[in-house]
Structure formats: structure tokens, C-alpha cells
């Protein structure tokens, strides 16, 4: 059965810096598209960035370029989302979200929110 377990998320002030991990297992596919999905109270759910776990091409949603980072180690089934000089407005929970790679990973990624397959998510608020 697939899984996608999030850990990492908690308090931060801002400006500071949150590394989340997502752990997988049970995949049937050669390569998925993993990525995080995050949701504020009261707002919809936004893509924030997706890699391959083929050729580890990523994808960032604008607001997120220069400050998150996409990683995966497949030796670990795992992807990590390092956040940086995080502001109040990244408080969110946070899900981690995956689909069987069937198209270029750019395009998929920007349909972040449709993706099959979901974590519990992760709460990560940014508050002084």
C-alpha cells in the first residue's frame, strides 16, 4: 500500500529555517512526481514545489523560488523541502503528495493539488 509520511514541521520565527522530510514506501511505479501541497486556514490548497524521483528535475512554484529547496534521496525513499527565511505568511500544514511519473515532470508539477496519493501533513507556523 503506498505511504507518505510527513515529519519536520513546528514553530519558527521568522526568518528562520525548517527542513521537512517526507518518507515513502509501497510504490509500484518505476517514478513518481513528489511534491508538497500546502494549505493556509481558510485558503486553498497551493502546489509549492515537486521532484522527480527519476531524474531528480524539480519545479518550484514562483512565490517559493529562491527560498525552498527540493531534494530526494532514494536510498532512503525519502524528499525533503528546505524552507528558508520563512515569513508568517508560510503558515500552513503542510502535505507531501505523490503520482506515478507519466509526462514531463514540469507539467505534472503544476498540477500539484491533483496528485493521487497524500500525506497526513505537517503543521509549520512562522510567528514571533
Known amino acids: 500500500q503506498l505511504q507518505l509520511v510527513e515529519s519536520g514541521g513546528g514553530l519558527v520565527q521568522p526568518g528562520g529555517s525548517l527542513r521537512l522530510s517526507c518518507a515513502f514506501s509501497?510504490?509500484?511505479?518505476?517514478?513518481?512526481?513528489i511534491g508538497w501541497v500546502r494549505q493556509a486556514p481558510g485558503k486553498e490548497r497551493e502546489g509549492v514545489s515537486c521532484?522527480?524521483?527519476?531524474?531528480?528535475?524539480?519545479y518550484y512554484a514562483d512565490s517559493m523560488k529562491g527560498r525552498f529547496t527540493i531534494a530526494r534521496d532514494n536510498a532512503k525513499n525519502t524528499v525533503y523541502l528546505q524552507m528558508n527565511s520563512l515569513l508568517p505568511e508560510d503558515t500552513a500544514v503542510y502535505y507531501c503528495?505523490?503520482?506515478?511519473?507519466?509526462?514531463?515532470?514540469?507539467?505534472?508539477?503544476?498540477?500539484?493539488?491533483?496528485?493521487?496519493?497524500w500525506g497526513q501533513g505537517t503543521q509549520v507556523t512562522v510567528s514571533s
Open positions: 503528495a505523490a503520482d506515478p511519473l507519466t509526462y514531463n515532470v514540469a507539467i505534472m508539477c503544476r498540477h500539484l493539488t491533483d496528485f493521487a496519493y
Open positions: 509501497g510504490f509500484t511505479a518505476n517514478y513518481y512526481a
Open positions: 521532484i522527480s524521483t527519476g531524474d531528480g528535475k524539480t
